[in-house]
């Protein structure tokens, strides 16, 4: 290969990163005026009981609606403030808003559902973690049974003992754990039994394509047995038909969530799902 190539080579490389630094750096400023400005919020995907049907809560997933730009999605921007201190403030700011329409939906005389929130990888780790969520707690007045967090399995074995710790830690403080994309990372079935886990979320990725790979078919039914041995519940999320509805109820989960049912909706809308009494029947799956 000629000297001449390789260098147009590097130069192109050292253009595209450039972009992507870029990138990065527009959306951590225009995410700093967000978090300032109101421009984000929490939805609420709801988690339905695969046996009935019925409304067992929802997960919050926050969203962005960016004046020029439209509304840009958290597989974008959670990433970025990762890279920051961006990420603390946006963990805060969610755990806060959760915890206040807990509070609000209380007062409304809504029945008393679990609500998830996501924790990311720097935010568990953070040190003052757990006192940033005492603190919302009692500013709130939020019943910690209400609250349920969720880390990745990766980050759950991550840095095992001091993981463990923590979760030891919130489960002491009433608040309950769900293990998120689980499947997807690298646990050892060992260590999980140490792991005081009230939930393991299956990874959407066993779903999508369920019928064309086989093997999923296992994978689940052993997920969901380990889940059941160590005493969890078993959610498998990114329902998107009937046929992987019914075979999800044939596997045994409990849970699931999914656009057959409902994607994350602003909090009025899923406050009126929960009080229908049928909520899929009237509305039809949406
Ligand atoms: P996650 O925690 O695994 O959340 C589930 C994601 O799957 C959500 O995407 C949800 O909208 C999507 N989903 C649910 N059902 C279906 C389905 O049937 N089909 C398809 N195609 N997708 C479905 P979303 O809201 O875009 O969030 C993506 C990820 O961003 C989340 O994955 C989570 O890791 C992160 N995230 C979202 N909100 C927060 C937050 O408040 N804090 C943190 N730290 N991370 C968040
Ligand atoms: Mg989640
Ligand atoms: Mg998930
Ligand atoms: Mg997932």
Redesign the pocket.
């Known amino acids: 290969r000629s000297k001449n190539e390789g260098r147009g080579r590097y130069h192109f490389y050292v253009a595209e990163m450039d972009q992507e630094v870029q990138n990065r750096k527009a959306i951590e400023r225009d995410l700093r005026h967000a978090l300032a400005t109101d421009q984000l919020c929490l939805h609420y995907?709801p988690l339905v009981d695969l046996e009935n049907g019925a409304i067992l809560g929802a997960?919050?997933?926050?969203r962005w609606f960016h004046p020029e730009r439209g509304s840009i999605?958290?597989?974008i921007f959670?990433p970025v403030a990762e890279r920051s201190e961006l990420i603390f403030r946006l963990?805060r700011w969610?755990l806060l808003r959760a915890c206040m329409q807990i509070q609000t939906w209380h007062s409304q005389g809504l029945p008393p559902l679990q609500i998830s929130?996501?924790?990311?990888p720097a935010?568990f780790r953070h040190p003052d973690l757990l006192d940033t969520i005492r603190s919302i707690i009692e500013q709130t007045g939020v019943d910690p049974a209400q609250l349920q967090l969720?880390i990745t399995e990766t980050i759950a074995m991550t840095n095992f003992d001091y993981s463990v710790q923590v979760l030891r830690e919130m489960r002491d403080m009433g608040l309950s754990i769900a293990i998120?994309?689980f499947g997807t990372g690298y646990s050892s079935l060992n260590y999980l039994r140490h792991f005081p886990v009230d939930k393991l979320k299956i990874d959407?990725s066993f779903v999508v394509d369920f019928d064309h790979h086989p093997g999923n078919d296992a994978i689940v039914r052993a997920i969901v047995n380990l889940g059941h041995g160590i005493g969890a519940k078993v959610n498998v999320?990114?329902?998107?038909t009937a046929e992987q509805l019914s075979f999800m109820r044939d596997l045994a989960c409990d849970e699931c969530?999914?656009?057959?049912f409902s994607?994350?909706l602003p909090a009025e809308e899923y406050a009126r799902l929960v009080t229908l009494a049928d909520p899929w029947v009237q509305d039809g799956p949406k």
Do not use: C, K
């Open positions: 995907q997960e919050a997933l926050v999605p958290p597989s959670i963990g969610v929130v996501n924790l990311s935010q969720e998120d994309d959407r999320e990114g329902i998107e969530q999914g656009f057959y994607r994350a």
